[in-house]
């Protein structure tokens, strides 16, 4: 995580290049006020990162424009110093949960199979090092017995793991979650907890909405603090203090700590 | 007679209308089965009426070129664009406007088919060409259906099938999580385009069979019906195109028994009657299989709530629960609990107690989540789970 403005066009071209994710100057707007305004955020590769911030802060929204899908006003995103376009296989995303049709006809298996869809391509068959690693995928997650199931008849965290363990499937240098303990048991917490944290131990790089302040310094590395703006970003250590906290969430962080569900969002 | 028809001995008009219907019924099922499973049904609606203007502007145009305005290609042809302007500007509508879908898709639909209607009014009138017919785009007819027409559709089935299979991974993925397939790379607008396409192409080619009025049905009506029967895209899919089929192919021939019966209402209505059978006796989903379901639940709501009272001394009012635990052997007709009885209720208080445990125990949090009043509790955890969970029960009377 830089906290420094890298005013030097070559010191920051260095500094992207070396970061897997790096977002300059974004701005998206839905309407006149713009969700999220004039951003920067550079991933540290190997490292965990929160985005933490307070309800309608834009943390989704900038996720997605860091995906590309949504079109920013402004800004730019470069992958391992390249484009999205020519990295975008190097990243996985698991959405936030709400964002799915749960009656869809589709089986556990099925749901982990489409994270090899970009790789499989429109015509690719389906082969057995492609099933056996859907099965190892859902075995990471603890839903290997679930597999033949409809996708709706889990639970909420069940269907959580199922997300990450088609994000696994993509086999990504790079893990983008929005909200992934949202509604989820704490055993599933745990689960995804430490299949993240063995992603990371791998070299991996790992960012995640996260809305329990709580937990923020057991889980993560790094911390980006959004209200539109970006507040504070680096080191949990350094960057997850009182006053920083205070300075994202506004008059609200009372409410926020005593009770993590009125920031979710 | 109609054994006959269903074994094509009925002459050839009527053999080539049922192999017709039956490829129009395969392609628009499974060219439905994404629109269905993306939930844009109606947009089918849209486009089918949008053709109808250009179906009018095709004869006149063809008429003022000193045609007869009769090659049914032109027409065609006419009504793939009028429809393909349609669905644009369906889509500019809800993408650049605050009107929701369904307002944009009501006011295509009614206002291309209103030009549409006064197009063919003023052509009646128009004197020229043999306009006679033009109607029939309107509830189909396939009293005049050539080998060239049954040709077309065969077409336009294989390139329908060819090309699903082909976009069967985005059209699946914009389906179920469209935000994913945007992230990992696919174009939501474009896999939309094309999958707007193969349904413009399977009506286009439909409105001689069934007309524009009814073509939306041949779309959605097997998918719909198909997924009583599974829980796999892929399966819906060619369940669809089979359900389509059949309801084309028995609706002809049924059809073709009696001058007075019209081809595209009745193939409709076969797929109809396939659709009510299904939605009844489907094994998973149907409405018998929800009712008795129900109704088994609600008896072993009863069963255990009568054990738990009897559990507890207490007095049992319900008369369908005193029933049941008659029935079952496990009370007296006068209340008094059998011995089967005494040692179920212990079993069923037991049950209960340990759920108490791991319910209150965030070590057990994810099996706690099964806990429904029902699930006996050695069906979620281990043996070994069982006798530490028993080590934490306080009341020793009730490990019977
Ligand atoms: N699709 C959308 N259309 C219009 N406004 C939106 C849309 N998505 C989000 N917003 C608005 O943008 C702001 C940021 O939303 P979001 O990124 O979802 O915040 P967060 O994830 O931090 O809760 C909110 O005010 C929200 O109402
Ligand atoms: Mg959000």
């Given at each position: 995580?830089?906290?420094?403005?890298?005013?030097?066009?070559?010191?920051?071209?260095?500094?992207?290049?070396?970061?897997?994710?790096?977002?300059?100057?974004?701005?998206?707007?839905?309407?006149?006020?713009?969700?999220?305004?004039?951003?920067?955020?550079?991933?540290?590769?190997?490292?965990?990162?929160?985005?933490?911030?307070?309800n309608g802060a834009g943390k989704s929204t900038l996720l997605k424009a860091a995906l590309g899908v949504i079109t920013p006003l402004a800004g730019s995103v470069t992958v391992f110093g390249g484009t999205m376009a020519d990295m975008r296989d190097r990243i996985?995303?698991?959405?936030?949960?709400?964002?799915?049709?749960?009656?869809?006809?589709?089986?556990?298996?099925?749901?982990?199979?489409?994270g090899m869809y970009r790789q499989l391509g429109l015509l690719g068959?389906?082969?057995?090092?492609?099933?056996?690693?859907?099965?190892?995928?859902?075995?990471?997650?603890?839903?290997?017995?679930?597999?033949?199931?409809?996708?709706?008849?889990?639970?909420?965290?069940?269907?959580?793991?199922?997300?990450?363990?088609?994000?696994?499937?993509?086999?990504?240098?790079?893990y983008v979650l929005d909200e992934p303990f949202?509604?989820?048991?704490?055993?599933?917490?745990?689960?995804?907890?430490?299949?993240?944290?063995?992603?990371?131990?791998?070299?991996?790089?790992?960012?995640?909405?996260?809305?329990?302040?709580?937990?923020?310094?057991?889980?993560?590395?790094?911390?980006?603090?959004?209200?539109?703006?970006?507040?504070?970003?680096?080191?949990?250590?350094?960057?997850?203090?009182e006053d920083n906290l205070n300075a994202a969430y506004g008059g609200r962080l009372t409410t926020a700590r005593a009770d993590p569900e009125s920031v979710a969002g | 007679m109609l054994a006959d028809a269903l074994l094509?001995?009925?002459?050839?008009?009527?053999?080539?209308?049922?192999?017709?219907?039956c490829l129009l019924g395969i392609a628009s099922g499974v060219a439905g089965t994404f629109l269905f499973l993306r939930k844009r049904a109606l947009v089918s609606d849209a486009i089918s009426h949008a053709t109808l203007p250009g179906v009018g502007l095709a004869f006149v145009i063809m008429v003022a070129m000193g045609g007869e305005g009769r090659s049914l290609l032109g027409l065609l042809l006419g009504a793939g664009v009028s429809a393909a302007i349609g669905l644009l500007c369906v889509?500019?509508?809800?993408?650049?406007?605050?009107?929701?879908?369904?307002?944009?898709?009501?006011?295509?639909?009614?206002?291309?088919?209103?030009?549409?209607?006064?197009?063919?009014?003023?052509?009646?009138?128009?004197?020229?060409?043999?306009?006679?017919g033009l109607e029939s785009f309107l509830l189909g007819s396939t009293a005049g259906m050539l080998r060239?027409?049954?040709?077309?559709?065969?077409?336009?089935?294989?390139?329908?099938?060819?090309?699903?299979?082909?976009?069967?991974?985005?059209?699946?993925?914009?389906?179920?999580?469209?935000?994913?397939?945007?992230?990992?790379?696919w174009s939501l607008p474009r896999i939309d385009l094309a999958m707007m396409g193969i349904v413009l192409v399977v009506t286009v080619v439909g409105l001689k069979v069934v007309g524009l009025i009814l073509i939306v049905a041949l779309l959605i009506v097997p998918a719909v019906t198909a997924?009583?029967?599974?829980?796999?895209?892929?399966?819906?899919?060619?369940?669809?195109?089979?359900?389509?089929?059949?309801?084309?192919?028995?609706?002809?021939a049924v059809s073709a028994t009696a001058p007075a019966l019209p081809t595209g209402p009745i193939v409709v209505l076969v797929g109809f009657g396939i659709f009510l059978f299904s939605l009844l006796f489907s094994p998973r989903r149907g409405v018998l299989a929800s009712v008795l379901t129900h109704l088994r639940y609600q008896r072993r709501v009863h069963v255990r709530q009568g054990l738990l009272a009897l559990a507890q001394g207490q007095p049992i009012y319900e008369t369908l629960t005193q029933r049941l635990l008659t029935r079952a052997g496990l009370i007296l007709p006068d209340g008094v609990p059998t011995a089967e009885g005494q040692a179920a209720a212990s079993k069923a208080l037991l049950d209960e107690t340990r759920w108490a445990i791991v319910r209150g125990d965030q070590a057990y949090a994810l099996a706690a989540t099964r806990y429904d009043g029902l699930t006996p509790i050695e069906t979620v955890l281990t043996p070994d789970q069982l006798i530490e969970i028993d080590t934490k029960i306080s009341a020793p009377e009730v490990v019977a």
């Open positions: 995580m830089n906290l420094t403005l890298v005013t030097d066009r070559d010191t920051d071209q260095a500094v992207r290049a070396a970061s897997p994710l790096a977002v300059r100057g974004m701005t998206v707007s839905y309407g006149q006020t713009p969700a999220i305004f004039s951003v920067d955020m550079t991933l540290r590769a190997g490292a965990m990162t929160a985005i933490v911030g307070p996985a995303y698991v959405p936030q949960r709400a964002s799915v049709d749960w009656d869809f006809p589709v089986r556990v298996i099925d749901v982990v199979m489409m068959r389906v082969r057995g090092r492609h099933r056996a690693l859907a099965r190892d995928c859902l075995d990471r997650v603890g839903m290997a017995d679930f597999a033949h199931r409809q996708i709706g008849q889990l639970s909420g965290g069940q269907q959580q793991r199922v997300f990450l363990a088609r994000a696994l499937a993509q086999e990504a240098d790079i949202a509604g989820v048991d704490a055993a599933t917490e745990k689960a995804i907890v430490a299949v993240l944290q063995g992603l990371r131990d791998a070299g991996k790089t790992v960012l995640a909405v996260h809305h329990d302040l709580a937990t923020v310094p057991d889980y993560f590395d790094d911390v980006v603090l959004l209200n539109t703006q970006v507040v504070a970003a680096g080191p949990v250590a350094d960057t997850f203090t | 094509l001995q009925l002459g050839y008009n009527a053999t080539l209308v049922a192999i017709g219907a889509q500019w509508l809800t993408r650049r406007t605050r009107l929701g879908e369904d307002a944009a898709i009501g006011a295509v639909l009614s206002v291309f088919f209103g030009f549409g209607v006064v197009m063919l009014t003023v052509i009646q009138t128009m004197n020229a060409g043999r306009q006679a060239g027409d049954a040709i077309l559709l065969a077409a336009s089935a294989a390139a329908v099938l060819a090309l699903v299979l082909i976009l069967r991974r985005p059209l699946a993925l914009a389906a179920f999580d469209p935000g994913y397939a945007e992230a990992t790379g997924r009583f029967w599974t829980e796999r895209a892929d399966h819906v899919v060619i369940i669809a195109g089979i359900v389509g089929g059949l309801s084309g192919f028995v609706g002809a």
